[in-house]
Protein backbone atom coordinates (compact mmCIF):
# COMPACT_ATOMS: atom_id res chain seq x y z
CA UNK A 1 0.00 0.00 0.00
CA UNK A 2 1.15 3.58 -0.87
CA UNK A 3 2.05 5.01 2.86
CA UNK A 4 1.70 8.47 1.13
CA UNK A 5 -2.17 7.69 0.96
CA UNK A 6 -2.30 6.94 5.12
CA UNK A 7 -0.88 10.44 6.03
CA UNK A 8 -3.25 12.76 7.96
CA UNK A 9 -2.74 16.07 5.78
CA UNK A 10 -2.02 19.21 7.57
CA UNK A 11 -4.43 20.81 5.04
CA UNK A 12 -7.29 18.44 6.22
CA UNK A 13 -6.86 19.57 9.58
CA UNK A 14 -6.56 23.12 8.74
CA UNK A 15 -9.83 23.05 7.05
CA UNK A 16 -10.94 20.71 9.75
CA UNK A 17 -9.89 23.76 12.52
CA UNK A 18 -11.53 26.24 10.56
CA UNK A 19 -14.78 24.57 10.34
CA UNK A 20 -15.25 23.14 13.61
CA UNK A 21 -14.87 26.76 14.78
CA UNK A 22 -18.13 27.33 12.81
CA UNK A 23 -19.43 23.98 13.60
CA UNK A 24 -18.74 24.97 17.31
CA UNK A 25 -20.53 27.81 17.45
CA UNK A 26 -23.72 26.83 15.30
CA UNK A 27 -24.50 24.16 17.77
CA UNK A 28 -23.63 25.81 20.59
CA UNK A 29 -26.12 28.65 19.39
CA UNK A 30 -28.81 27.17 17.75
CA UNK A 31 -29.12 24.08 20.45
CA UNK A 32 -29.29 26.83 23.45
CA UNK A 33 -31.18 29.47 22.32
CA UNK A 34 -33.35 27.58 19.56
CA UNK A 35 -33.63 24.18 21.22
CA UNK A 36 -32.85 22.48 18.09
CA UNK A 37 -31.22 19.65 20.39
CA UNK A 38 -29.83 17.53 17.42
CA UNK A 39 -26.80 17.10 19.73
CA UNK A 40 -29.07 14.40 21.34
CA UNK A 41 -29.04 11.27 18.40
CA UNK A 42 -26.71 8.50 18.25
CA UNK A 43 -25.10 10.70 14.67
CA UNK A 44 -25.31 13.79 14.74
CA UNK A 45 -26.38 16.35 11.88
CA UNK A 46 -24.18 18.81 11.95
CA UNK A 47 -21.05 16.50 10.91
CA UNK A 48 -22.70 14.83 8.45
CA UNK A 49 -24.49 18.16 7.01
CA UNK A 50 -21.01 19.49 6.82
CA UNK A 51 -19.34 16.25 5.11
CA UNK A 52 -21.92 16.07 2.13
CA UNK A 53 -21.78 19.45 1.63
CA UNK A 54 -17.91 18.69 0.99
CA UNK A 55 -18.36 16.44 -0.82
CA UNK A 56 -20.87 17.92 -3.19
CA UNK A 57 -17.96 21.18 -3.05
CA UNK A 58 -15.19 18.37 -3.99
CA UNK A 59 -17.25 16.79 -7.06
CA UNK A 60 -16.41 19.42 -9.63
CA UNK A 61 -13.12 19.51 -7.84
CA UNK A 62 -12.54 15.80 -9.32
CA UNK A 63 -13.54 17.02 -12.48
CA UNK A 64 -11.29 20.27 -13.03
CA UNK A 65 -8.84 20.60 -10.75
CA UNK A 66 -8.39 16.74 -9.73
CA UNK A 67 -4.64 17.80 -8.09
CA UNK A 68 -7.09 20.15 -5.21
CA UNK A 69 -9.54 17.41 -4.32
CA UNK A 70 -10.35 16.47 -0.89
CA UNK A 71 -8.81 12.75 -0.54
CA UNK A 72 -10.73 10.02 1.36
CA UNK A 73 -8.34 10.16 3.62
CA UNK A 74 -8.74 14.23 4.11
CA UNK A 75 -12.65 14.10 4.44
CA UNK A 76 -12.58 11.38 6.84
CA UNK A 77 -10.40 13.48 9.31
CA UNK A 78 -12.29 16.65 9.32
CA UNK A 79 -15.71 14.36 9.77
CA UNK A 80 -13.78 12.91 12.50
CA UNK A 81 -12.73 16.53 13.86
CA UNK A 82 -16.06 17.25 13.27
CA UNK A 83 -17.63 14.61 15.46
CA UNK A 84 -15.41 15.62 18.17
CA UNK A 85 -16.08 19.24 18.04
CA UNK A 86 -19.73 18.56 18.18
CA UNK A 87 -19.76 16.18 21.56
CA UNK A 88 -18.10 18.35 23.44
CA UNK A 89 -20.63 21.51 22.24
CA UNK A 90 -22.91 19.51 22.72
CA UNK A 91 -26.24 18.77 24.89
CA UNK A 92 -24.34 16.55 27.28
CA UNK A 93 -21.17 18.32 27.33
CA UNK A 94 -20.35 21.90 27.30
CA UNK A 95 -24.02 23.10 27.65
CA UNK A 96 -24.45 20.93 30.74
CA UNK A 97 -21.40 22.50 32.08
CA UNK A 98 -22.79 26.39 31.83
CA UNK A 99 -26.09 24.85 33.13
CA UNK A 100 -23.82 24.22 36.42
CA UNK A 101 -21.17 26.16 36.69
CA UNK A 102 -22.04 29.34 39.07
CA UNK A 103 -25.96 27.37 38.97
CA UNK A 104 -26.34 27.42 43.30
CA UNK A 105 -25.20 30.91 43.72
CA UNK A 106 -27.73 32.16 41.85
CA UNK A 107 -30.48 30.52 42.86
CA UNK A 108 -29.74 30.36 46.65
CA UNK A 109 -32.60 31.14 48.86
CA UNK A 110 -33.41 31.39 52.34
CA UNK A 111 -35.79 28.34 52.09
CA UNK A 112 -33.38 26.06 50.54
CA UNK A 113 -30.50 26.79 52.62
CA UNK A 114 -27.75 25.36 49.61
CA UNK A 115 -25.56 28.72 51.29
CA UNK A 116 -25.45 26.78 54.59
CA UNK A 117 -25.78 23.28 53.47
CA UNK A 118 -23.24 23.19 50.98
CA UNK A 119 -21.11 26.63 49.68
CA UNK A 120 -18.75 25.65 52.41
CA UNK A 121 -17.94 22.61 50.49
CA UNK A 122 -17.25 24.36 47.11
CA UNK A 123 -14.07 24.61 45.62
CA UNK A 124 -13.47 28.23 45.12
CA UNK A 125 -11.32 27.30 41.80
CA UNK A 126 -14.62 25.08 40.63
CA UNK A 127 -16.58 28.62 39.37
CA UNK A 128 -15.99 32.35 38.48
CA UNK A 129 -16.40 34.27 41.45
CA UNK A 130 -19.49 34.29 42.57
CA UNK A 131 -19.72 38.35 42.70
CA UNK A 132 -22.64 40.53 41.87
CA UNK A 133 -21.59 42.11 38.47
CA UNK A 134 -20.44 38.19 37.14
CA UNK A 135 -23.73 36.14 38.17
CA UNK A 136 -26.47 39.42 37.60
CA UNK A 137 -24.99 39.70 33.81
CA UNK A 138 -24.80 35.76 33.11
CA UNK A 139 -28.22 35.40 34.08
CA UNK A 140 -29.78 38.51 32.87
CA UNK A 141 -28.06 39.41 29.67
CA UNK A 142 -27.51 43.18 28.54
CA UNK A 143 -24.17 42.75 29.34
CA UNK A 144 -20.90 41.94 27.73
CA UNK A 145 -18.44 39.25 28.87
CA UNK A 146 -15.18 41.66 27.59
CA UNK A 147 -14.80 43.53 30.45
CA UNK A 148 -11.54 42.91 32.69
CA UNK A 149 -13.51 42.55 35.48
CA UNK A 150 -15.52 39.47 34.34
CA UNK A 151 -12.72 38.34 32.11
CA UNK A 152 -10.70 37.53 34.78
CA UNK A 153 -13.47 36.04 36.97
CA UNK A 154 -13.87 33.19 34.17
CA UNK A 155 -10.14 32.63 33.11
CA UNK A 156 -9.49 30.25 36.37
CA UNK A 157 -12.50 28.09 35.98
CA UNK A 158 -12.56 27.42 32.57
CA UNK A 159 -8.82 27.43 32.08
CA UNK A 160 -9.14 24.50 34.57
CA UNK A 161 -12.01 23.14 33.14
CA UNK A 162 -10.80 22.67 29.42
CA UNK A 163 -7.74 20.55 31.36
CA UNK A 164 -9.99 18.30 33.04
CA UNK A 165 -11.72 17.48 30.26
CA UNK A 166 -8.81 17.58 27.77
CA UNK A 167 -7.56 14.60 30.15
CA UNK A 168 -10.77 12.57 30.52
CA UNK A 169 -11.03 12.65 25.87
CA UNK A 170 -7.13 11.66 26.60
CA UNK A 171 -8.33 8.52 28.86
CA UNK A 172 -11.07 8.01 26.54
CA UNK A 173 -8.56 7.74 23.44
CA UNK A 174 -6.44 5.11 25.60
CA UNK A 175 -9.48 2.84 26.56
CA UNK A 176 -10.16 2.60 22.58
CA UNK A 177 -6.92 2.41 22.15
CA UNK A 178 -6.88 -1.36 24.02
CA UNK A 179 -10.32 -2.28 22.71
CA UNK A 180 -9.98 -1.42 18.82
CA UNK A 181 -7.95 -4.40 17.71
CA UNK A 182 -10.77 -6.72 19.62
CA UNK A 183 -13.68 -4.75 18.68
CA UNK A 184 -12.63 -4.12 15.22
CA UNK A 185 -10.57 -6.59 13.31
CA UNK A 186 -11.21 -9.90 15.72
CA UNK A 187 -15.35 -9.00 16.19
CA UNK A 188 -16.15 -7.06 13.53
CA UNK A 189 -18.86 -5.27 15.30
CA UNK A 190 -21.91 -3.56 12.43
CA UNK A 191 -20.87 0.29 13.30
CA UNK A 192 -24.58 0.97 11.88
CA UNK A 193 -23.67 4.86 12.92
CA UNK A 194 -20.68 4.98 10.70
CA UNK A 195 -22.01 3.61 7.27
CA UNK A 196 -23.30 6.85 5.67
CA UNK A 197 -20.28 9.06 6.58
CA UNK A 198 -18.35 6.25 5.22
CA UNK A 199 -19.79 5.74 1.98
CA UNK A 200 -19.67 9.52 1.56
CA UNK A 201 -16.07 9.64 1.89
CA UNK A 202 -15.46 6.61 0.35
CA UNK A 203 -17.53 6.31 -2.74
CA UNK A 204 -16.89 8.83 -5.82
CA UNK A 205 -19.98 8.02 -7.18
CA UNK A 206 -21.89 8.74 -4.14
CA UNK A 207 -24.30 11.06 -5.77
CA UNK A 208 -24.71 9.15 -8.11
CA UNK A 209 -27.30 7.02 -7.27
CA UNK A 210 -30.98 7.91 -8.31
CA UNK A 211 -32.48 5.76 -5.44
CA UNK A 212 -29.84 7.73 -2.91
CA UNK A 213 -31.98 11.12 -4.36
CA UNK A 214 -35.37 9.16 -4.22
CA UNK A 215 -35.23 8.43 -0.67
CA UNK A 216 -33.57 12.23 0.26
CA UNK A 217 -36.51 13.56 -1.85
CA UNK A 218 -39.30 12.06 0.82
CA UNK A 219 -37.78 13.43 4.07
CA UNK A 220 -36.45 16.46 2.33
CA UNK A 221 -39.90 17.66 0.71
CA UNK A 222 -41.96 16.32 4.44
CA UNK A 223 -39.33 19.06 6.09
CA UNK A 224 -39.35 21.49 3.53
CA UNK A 225 -43.14 21.80 3.88
CA UNK A 226 -43.31 21.66 8.39
CA UNK A 227 -40.70 23.75 8.00
CA UNK A 228 -42.56 26.65 5.73
CA UNK A 229 -45.57 26.06 7.84
CA UNK A 230 -43.71 27.84 11.04
CA UNK A 231 -43.36 30.50 9.07
CA UNK A 232 -46.25 30.43 7.43
CA UNK A 233 -49.10 29.21 9.17
CA UNK A 234 -51.32 28.60 6.20
CA UNK A 235 -49.13 26.22 4.97
CA UNK A 236 -50.77 22.61 5.77
CA UNK A 237 -48.38 20.99 8.53
CA UNK A 238 -47.88 17.10 7.79
CA UNK A 239 -47.73 15.69 11.58
CA UNK A 240 -45.58 12.76 11.18
CA UNK A 241 -43.80 12.69 14.16
CA UNK A 242 -44.29 12.04 17.53
CA UNK A 243 -47.58 11.36 17.99
CA UNK A 244 -48.39 10.56 22.20
CA UNK A 245 -51.13 7.59 21.47
CA UNK A 246 -50.96 6.92 25.24
CA UNK A 247 -52.81 10.04 26.02
CA UNK A 248 -56.01 8.12 24.85
CA UNK A 249 -55.41 5.31 27.61
CA UNK A 250 -57.14 7.16 30.58
CA UNK A 251 -58.23 4.14 32.66
CA UNK A 252 -56.69 2.07 34.73
CA UNK A 253 -55.06 -0.21 34.28
CA UNK A 254 -54.28 1.18 30.93
CA UNK A 255 -53.62 4.77 31.77
CA UNK A 256 -50.06 2.88 33.43
CA UNK A 257 -48.92 3.15 29.48
CA UNK A 258 -50.19 7.00 28.31
CA UNK A 259 -46.85 7.99 27.68
CA UNK A 260 -46.52 5.61 24.99
CA UNK A 261 -45.32 7.52 21.73
CA UNK A 262 -44.78 6.62 18.37
CA UNK A 263 -42.88 8.38 15.59
CA UNK A 264 -42.40 8.18 11.70
CA UNK A 265 -38.14 10.32 11.67
CA UNK A 266 -37.01 8.81 8.02
CA UNK A 267 -33.70 9.52 9.73
CA UNK A 268 -34.29 6.68 11.98
CA UNK A 269 -35.77 4.88 10.05
CA UNK A 270 -32.70 4.96 7.83
CA UNK A 271 -30.42 4.13 10.52
CA UNK A 272 -32.37 1.49 11.59
CA UNK A 273 -31.96 -0.25 8.39
CA UNK A 274 -28.52 -1.06 8.77
CA UNK A 275 -28.93 -2.70 12.19
CA UNK A 276 -28.24 -6.77 12.28
CA UNK A 277 -32.45 -7.92 12.46
CA UNK A 278 -32.18 -9.13 16.05
CA UNK A 279 -31.18 -6.13 17.16
CA UNK A 280 -33.71 -3.55 15.42
CA UNK A 281 -36.26 -6.47 16.59
CA UNK A 282 -34.83 -6.54 20.46
CA UNK A 283 -34.93 -2.75 20.63
CA UNK A 284 -38.51 -2.66 19.68
CA UNK A 285 -39.51 -5.46 21.26
CA UNK A 286 -38.30 -4.80 25.04
CA UNK A 287 -39.91 -1.30 24.42
CA UNK A 288 -43.73 -3.40 23.91
CA UNK A 289 -42.80 -5.65 26.95
CA UNK A 290 -41.87 -2.56 29.24
CA UNK A 291 -45.11 -0.64 28.63
CA UNK A 292 -47.08 -4.15 30.01
CA UNK A 293 -45.28 -4.56 32.47
CA UNK A 294 -45.75 -0.49 33.87
CA UNK A 295 -49.75 -2.19 32.98
CA UNK A 296 -50.04 -5.59 34.50
CA UNK A 297 -47.85 -3.74 38.29
CA UNK A 298 -50.97 -0.77 37.84
CA UNK A 299 -53.18 -4.25 37.63
CA UNK A 300 -51.79 -5.72 40.60
CA UNK A 301 -52.00 -2.79 42.33
CA UNK A 302 -48.03 -2.65 42.75
CA UNK A 303 -47.44 0.97 41.84
CA UNK A 304 -48.04 1.79 45.38
CA UNK A 305 -44.21 0.61 46.15
CA UNK A 306 -42.28 3.95 45.63
CA UNK A 307 -40.44 3.08 42.15
CA UNK A 308 -41.97 0.39 40.63
CA UNK A 309 -41.04 -1.25 38.35
CA UNK A 310 -37.76 0.32 39.32
CA UNK A 311 -36.60 0.57 35.80
CA UNK A 312 -34.30 3.20 36.84
CA UNK A 313 -32.62 0.90 38.92
CA UNK A 314 -32.75 -1.94 36.46
CA UNK A 315 -31.10 0.51 33.46
CA UNK A 316 -28.16 1.17 35.89
CA UNK A 317 -27.74 -2.58 36.27
CA UNK A 318 -28.26 -3.58 32.51
CA UNK A 319 -25.60 -1.24 31.62
CA UNK A 320 -23.05 -2.30 33.99
CA UNK A 321 -23.79 -5.45 32.73
CA UNK A 322 -23.28 -5.02 29.02
CA UNK A 323 -20.03 -3.52 30.18
CA UNK A 324 -19.11 -6.13 31.83
CA UNK A 325 -19.84 -8.18 28.86
CA UNK A 326 -17.75 -5.99 26.54
CA UNK A 327 -14.87 -6.19 29.06
CA UNK A 328 -15.25 -10.21 29.17
CA UNK A 329 -15.13 -10.98 25.74
CA UNK A 330 -12.22 -8.70 25.24
CA UNK A 331 -10.45 -10.26 28.15
CA UNK A 332 -7.74 -12.46 26.20
CA UNK A 333 -7.02 -8.98 24.02
CA UNK A 334 -6.24 -7.66 27.14
CA UNK A 335 -4.40 -9.72 28.24
CA UNK A 336 -2.14 -10.20 25.15
CA UNK A 337 -1.97 -6.10 25.07
CA UNK A 338 -0.29 -6.28 29.16
CA UNK A 339 1.89 -9.03 27.35
CA UNK A 340 2.40 -6.47 23.83
CA UNK A 341 3.18 -3.22 26.42
CA UNK A 342 6.02 -3.86 28.34
CA UNK A 343 7.72 -6.29 25.38
CA UNK A 344 10.71 -4.62 24.07
CA UNK A 345 10.49 -6.76 21.06
CA UNK A 346 6.92 -6.87 19.83
CA UNK A 347 5.97 -4.03 16.99
CA UNK A 348 1.96 -5.57 16.65
CA UNK A 349 0.94 -2.58 18.17
CA UNK A 350 2.79 0.01 15.49
CA UNK A 351 -0.42 0.39 13.42
CA UNK A 352 -2.62 1.16 16.55
CA UNK A 353 -4.00 4.81 17.50
CA UNK A 354 -1.14 4.62 19.99
CA UNK A 355 0.96 2.36 21.23
CA UNK A 356 -0.30 0.35 24.56
CA UNK A 357 1.92 0.73 26.44
CA UNK A 358 1.19 4.20 25.95
CA UNK A 359 -2.35 3.98 26.13
CA UNK A 360 -1.91 2.18 29.71
CA UNK A 361 0.62 4.96 30.83
CA UNK A 362 -1.53 7.22 29.63
CA UNK A 363 -4.83 5.73 31.54
CA UNK A 364 -3.12 5.30 34.80
CA UNK A 365 -1.40 9.24 34.29
CA UNK A 366 -5.31 10.43 33.88
CA UNK A 367 -6.78 8.32 36.45
CA UNK A 368 -3.67 10.27 39.04
CA UNK A 369 -4.40 13.40 37.35
CA UNK A 370 -8.77 13.16 38.33
CA UNK A 371 -7.79 11.83 41.87
CA UNK A 372 -5.37 14.51 42.76
CA UNK A 373 -8.19 16.97 41.09
CA UNK A 374 -10.80 15.45 42.83
CA UNK A 375 -8.65 14.83 46.49
CA UNK A 376 -8.24 18.85 45.96
CA UNK A 377 -11.69 19.47 45.32
CA UNK A 378 -13.34 17.50 48.61
CA UNK A 379 -13.61 13.79 47.65
CA UNK A 380 -12.17 11.15 49.45
CA UNK A 381 -10.10 8.79 47.75
CA UNK A 382 -12.47 5.61 47.91
CA UNK A 383 -15.23 7.54 46.43
CA UNK A 384 -13.37 8.63 43.88
CA UNK A 385 -12.23 5.16 42.80
CA UNK A 386 -15.61 4.36 42.81
CA UNK A 387 -16.98 7.40 41.29
CA UNK A 388 -14.62 6.94 38.06
CA UNK A 389 -14.54 3.49 37.94
CA UNK A 390 -18.82 3.62 37.34
CA UNK A 391 -18.32 6.61 34.82
CA UNK A 392 -15.43 4.77 32.80
CA UNK A 393 -17.71 1.58 33.27
CA UNK A 394 -20.82 3.29 31.58
CA UNK A 395 -18.56 4.85 29.35
CA UNK A 396 -17.50 1.62 27.55
CA UNK A 397 -21.02 0.25 27.82
CA UNK A 398 -22.45 3.06 25.18
CA UNK A 399 -19.19 2.57 23.38
CA UNK A 400 -19.69 -1.01 22.81
CA UNK A 401 -23.88 -0.41 22.45
CA UNK A 402 -22.82 2.19 19.41
CA UNK A 403 -20.17 0.11 17.88
CA UNK A 404 -23.06 -3.35 17.66
CA UNK A 405 -26.30 -1.65 17.76
CA UNK A 406 -26.14 1.58 16.56
CA UNK A 407 -29.32 2.87 18.59
CA UNK A 408 -30.12 6.52 20.35
CA UNK A 409 -29.17 6.05 24.29
CA UNK A 410 -29.74 7.62 27.28
CA UNK A 411 -27.96 6.37 30.38
CA UNK A 412 -29.31 8.25 33.23
CA UNK A 413 -28.05 6.24 35.90
CA UNK A 414 -25.36 8.32 37.39
CA UNK A 415 -22.67 6.95 39.24
CA UNK A 416 -23.41 9.13 42.56
CA UNK A 417 -26.70 7.85 42.56
CA UNK A 418 -25.77 4.25 42.34
CA UNK A 419 -22.92 5.16 45.41
CA UNK A 420 -25.81 6.90 47.16
CA UNK A 421 -28.33 3.64 46.35
CA UNK A 422 -25.94 0.81 47.48
CA UNK A 423 -24.13 2.52 50.28
CA UNK A 424 -26.63 5.29 51.50
CA UNK A 425 -25.73 9.17 52.06
CA UNK A 426 -23.72 9.17 55.64
CA UNK A 427 -21.61 6.77 54.12
CA UNK A 428 -19.68 9.81 51.64
CA UNK A 429 -20.46 13.14 53.60
CA UNK A 430 -20.54 16.33 52.50
CA UNK A 431 -17.68 17.43 50.56
CA UNK A 432 -18.12 13.85 48.14
CA UNK A 433 -21.74 14.51 47.56
CA UNK A 434 -21.12 18.07 46.62
CA UNK A 435 -18.18 17.30 44.43
CA UNK A 436 -20.30 14.24 42.55
CA UNK A 437 -22.84 17.29 41.90
CA UNK A 438 -20.84 19.12 40.35
CA UNK A 439 -19.36 16.61 37.75
CA UNK A 440 -22.83 15.48 36.98
CA UNK A 441 -22.37 17.77 33.70
CA UNK A 442 -20.49 15.51 32.12
CA UNK A 443 -22.04 11.96 33.25
CA UNK A 444 -25.86 13.29 33.03
CA UNK A 445 -27.00 11.47 29.83
CA UNK A 446 -24.26 9.87 27.40
CA UNK A 447 -26.01 10.57 24.53
CA UNK A 448 -23.76 12.43 22.76
CA UNK A 449 -20.43 10.61 24.91
CA UNK A 450 -17.21 11.29 23.26
CA UNK A 451 -16.07 7.74 23.18
CA UNK A 452 -17.70 6.09 20.84
CA UNK A 453 -17.63 9.52 18.85
CA UNK A 454 -13.87 9.23 18.54
CA UNK A 455 -13.99 5.76 18.50
CA UNK A 456 -15.79 5.49 15.54
CA UNK A 457 -13.60 7.25 13.14
CA UNK A 458 -10.91 5.03 13.75
CA UNK A 459 -12.69 1.97 12.64
CA UNK A 460 -13.67 4.49 9.23
CA UNK A 461 -9.67 4.82 9.77
CA UNK A 462 -9.13 1.26 9.25
CA UNK A 463 -11.71 0.55 6.56
CA UNK A 464 -9.90 3.61 4.23
CA UNK A 465 -6.73 2.47 5.28
CA UNK A 466 -4.88 5.12 6.89
CA UNK A 467 -3.33 5.97 10.38
CA UNK A 468 -5.41 6.19 13.26
CA UNK A 469 -2.31 7.46 15.21
CA UNK A 470 -2.18 10.56 13.52
CA UNK A 471 -5.88 10.79 13.23
CA UNK A 472 -6.15 11.00 17.13
CA UNK A 473 -3.34 13.54 17.16
CA UNK A 474 -5.64 15.80 14.56
CA UNK A 475 -9.12 14.49 16.85
CA UNK A 476 -7.45 16.16 20.38
CA UNK A 477 -6.25 19.12 18.59
CA UNK A 478 -9.82 19.82 17.71
CA UNK A 479 -10.85 19.12 20.78
CA UNK A 480 -8.72 21.43 22.32
CA UNK A 481 -9.85 24.02 19.79
CA UNK A 482 -13.57 23.21 20.40
CA UNK A 483 -13.18 23.52 23.99
CA UNK A 484 -11.87 27.08 23.49
CA UNK A 485 -14.17 28.20 21.12
CA UNK A 486 -17.34 26.29 23.33
CA UNK A 487 -16.18 28.18 26.20
CA UNK A 488 -15.97 31.52 24.68
CA UNK A 489 -19.63 30.73 22.63
CA UNK A 490 -21.07 29.92 25.83
CA UNK A 491 -19.95 33.19 28.12
CA UNK A 492 -20.69 35.63 24.95
CA UNK A 493 -23.88 34.02 24.17
CA UNK A 494 -24.72 34.15 28.22
CA UNK A 495 -23.64 37.86 28.97
CA UNK A 496 -25.43 39.00 25.85
CA UNK A 497 -28.84 37.20 25.97
CA UNK A 498 -28.61 36.51 29.51
CA UNK A 499 -29.25 32.63 30.54
CA UNK A 500 -32.48 33.40 32.03
CA UNK A 501 -33.79 35.96 29.60
CA UNK A 502 -32.47 35.36 25.87
CA UNK A 503 -31.04 31.92 26.00
CA UNK A 504 -34.76 30.09 25.32
CA UNK A 505 -32.99 26.25 26.22
CA UNK A 506 -30.98 27.47 28.99
CA UNK A 507 -31.16 24.17 31.32
CA UNK A 508 -32.46 25.17 34.97
CA UNK A 509 -33.42 21.99 35.36
CA UNK A 510 -30.71 19.91 34.42
CA UNK A 511 -28.36 21.75 37.15
CA UNK A 512 -31.94 22.26 39.63
CA UNK A 513 -31.80 18.47 39.34
CA UNK A 514 -28.12 17.96 40.67
CA UNK A 515 -28.64 20.76 43.17
CA UNK A 516 -32.07 19.82 44.69
CA UNK A 517 -30.92 15.93 44.80
CA UNK A 518 -27.84 17.27 46.96
CA UNK A 519 -30.14 18.97 49.27
CA UNK A 520 -32.18 16.13 49.75
CA UNK A 521 -29.50 14.19 50.49
CA UNK A 522 -27.96 16.84 52.98
CA UNK A 523 -31.32 17.50 54.49
CA UNK A 524 -32.57 14.13 55.16
CA UNK A 525 -29.79 11.60 55.22
CA UNK A 526 -30.38 8.37 54.01
CA UNK A 527 -29.29 4.59 54.51
CA UNK A 528 -28.54 1.96 51.75
CA UNK A 529 -31.73 1.16 49.65
CA UNK A 530 -31.65 -2.66 50.17
CA UNK A 531 -34.60 -2.86 47.27
CA UNK A 532 -33.33 -0.87 44.94
CA UNK A 533 -29.55 -2.15 44.92
CA UNK A 534 -31.90 -5.71 44.43
CA UNK A 535 -33.20 -4.23 41.45
CA UNK A 536 -29.62 -3.22 40.10
CA UNK A 537 -28.48 -6.90 40.66
CA UNK A 538 -31.94 -8.06 38.94
CA UNK A 539 -30.89 -5.79 36.07
CA UNK A 540 -27.44 -6.84 35.74
CA UNK A 541 -28.49 -10.59 36.32
CA UNK A 542 -31.21 -10.67 33.26
CA UNK A 543 -28.95 -8.82 31.37
CA UNK A 544 -26.48 -11.61 31.38
CA UNK A 545 -28.73 -14.12 31.12
CA UNK A 546 -30.13 -12.76 28.05
CA UNK A 547 -26.14 -12.84 26.48
CA UNK A 548 -25.97 -16.31 27.78
CA UNK A 549 -28.99 -17.51 25.92
CA UNK A 550 -27.95 -15.36 23.08
CA UNK A 551 -23.96 -17.33 22.78
CA UNK A 552 -25.87 -20.87 23.46
CA UNK A 553 -28.62 -20.77 20.74
CA UNK A 554 -27.97 -19.46 17.53
CA UNK A 555 -31.80 -18.92 16.91
CA UNK A 556 -32.43 -16.64 20.02
CA UNK A 557 -33.99 -13.52 18.77
CA UNK A 558 -33.13 -11.11 21.25
CA UNK A 559 -29.60 -9.06 22.01
CA UNK A 560 -28.97 -8.27 25.59
CA UNK A 561 -28.45 -4.66 24.76
CA UNK A 562 -32.01 -3.75 23.59
CA UNK A 563 -33.23 -4.66 27.46
CA UNK A 564 -30.70 -1.60 28.94
CA UNK A 565 -32.32 1.12 25.93
CA UNK A 566 -35.69 -0.60 26.89
CA UNK A 567 -36.39 0.36 30.10
CA UNK A 568 -34.33 3.99 29.71
CA UNK A 569 -35.89 7.21 28.05
CA UNK A 570 -34.03 7.26 24.94
CA UNK A 571 -35.55 4.43 23.20
CA UNK A 572 -39.21 5.93 23.69
CA UNK A 573 -38.97 8.42 20.85
CA UNK A 574 -37.80 5.97 18.02
CA UNK A 575 -38.97 2.35 19.16
CA UNK A 576 -41.58 2.83 16.60
CA UNK A 577 -39.02 3.57 13.65
CA UNK A 578 -36.76 0.56 14.34
CA UNK A 579 -40.22 -1.43 14.03
CA UNK A 580 -40.81 -0.11 10.74
CA UNK A 581 -36.82 -0.86 9.68
CA UNK A 582 -37.18 -4.13 11.23
CA UNK A 583 -40.10 -5.09 9.34
CA UNK A 584 -38.84 -3.48 5.76
CA UNK A 585 -35.42 -4.95 6.07
CA UNK A 586 -37.21 -8.31 6.94
CA UNK A 587 -39.54 -8.43 3.83
CA UNK A 588 -36.34 -7.03 1.63
CA UNK A 589 -34.39 -9.99 2.85
CA UNK A 590 -36.91 -12.66 2.23
CA UNK A 591 -37.84 -11.43 -0.96
CA UNK A 592 -34.67 -10.51 -2.71
CA UNK A 593 -31.90 -11.93 -0.57
CA UNK A 594 -28.36 -10.04 0.16
CA UNK A 595 -28.55 -8.69 -3.52
CA UNK A 596 -31.89 -6.53 -2.79
CA UNK A 597 -30.58 -5.50 0.65
CA UNK A 598 -27.36 -4.09 -1.07
CA UNK A 599 -29.31 -2.79 -3.84
CA UNK A 600 -31.58 -0.94 -1.08
CA UNK A 601 -29.11 0.69 0.72
CA UNK A 602 -28.74 4.06 -1.06
CA UNK A 603 -32.17 4.60 -0.71
CA UNK A 604 -32.46 4.28 3.23
CA UNK A 605 -29.00 6.52 2.98
CA UNK A 606 -30.89 9.13 1.10
CA UNK A 607 -33.96 9.04 4.18
CA UNK A 608 -31.07 9.74 6.80
CA UNK A 609 -29.21 12.55 4.40
CA UNK A 610 -32.50 14.32 3.25
CA UNK A 611 -33.77 14.36 6.70
CA UNK A 612 -30.35 15.92 8.08
CA UNK A 613 -29.57 18.66 4.74
CA UNK A 614 -32.86 20.46 5.19
CA UNK A 615 -33.03 19.84 8.59
CA UNK A 616 -29.26 21.93 9.09
CA UNK A 617 -30.89 24.21 6.56
CA UNK A 618 -33.53 25.08 8.78
CA UNK A 619 -31.17 25.28 11.45
CA UNK A 620 -28.81 27.42 9.61
CA UNK A 621 -32.05 29.64 8.76
CA UNK A 622 -33.25 30.16 12.08
CA UNK A 623 -29.66 31.19 13.14
CA UNK A 624 -29.77 33.60 10.60
CA UNK A 625 -33.08 35.05 11.33
CA UNK A 626 -32.85 34.47 15.02
CA UNK A 627 -36.14 32.59 15.35
CA UNK A 628 -36.74 28.97 16.36
CA UNK A 629 -37.55 26.54 12.88
CA UNK A 630 -35.99 23.01 13.61
CA UNK A 631 -36.29 20.96 16.32
CA UNK A 632 -35.89 16.97 16.64
CA UNK A 633 -38.31 17.07 19.89
CA UNK A 634 -41.76 17.36 19.63
CA UNK A 635 -41.75 20.20 23.03
CA UNK A 636 -43.79 23.13 23.43
CA UNK A 637 -45.56 23.22 20.47
CA UNK A 638 -42.80 22.79 17.73
CA UNK A 639 -43.06 21.20 14.65
CA UNK A 640 -40.03 18.79 14.76
Not at 9 to 33: A, D, H, P
Not at 221 to 239: C, E, K, S
Request: a positive charge; glycine letters at 6%.
Amino acid sequence: MDTSRQVVTWRSILIGLLLLTFNVYWVTVTEMKYRAEATALPIFIYPVFILFCLVVFNYPLSKFWPSQRLMSRELLTIYAMLVVSTSIASYGMLQDFFAFIVHPYWFATEENEWKDLFFHCIPSWFTANPIEVVLTGYYQGNSSVYQVKLLNAWLKPTLIWTVFTLVLLFMLHCLNTLVRRQWVQTERLAFPIIQLPLAMVQSPNFLKSRLLWIGFAIPAALDLINGLHVLFPTVPYLHLKLHLIGQRLVEKPWSAMSDTRISFYPFMIGLGFFLPIDLSFTCWFFFVIRQLTRMLSSYLGLTHLPGFPYFYEQSAGAWLCISFIAVWLTRRHLVYVLQTAFSRKSSVDANEPMRYRTAIVGLMGGFLFMAIFSYRAGMTLTAILIFFALYFALAVAVTRLRAEFGAPHGIFNHPADMMVTAFGTSAWGKHNLTVMSFYHWFNRSYRSHAMPNQFEPLKMAEVVGFNTRRLVIAMMIGALVALIVGMWTNLDMMYRDGALAGVSFFKVWVADAAFNRLENWLFHPTPPDTLRTVFIGIGALLTLILHILRTRFYWWPLHPAGYPLAVSFAIDYFWFTFFISWVLKTIILKSSGVKGYQRAIPFFFGLILGDFVVGALWMVFGLLTQQQVYMIYLNGGTWY
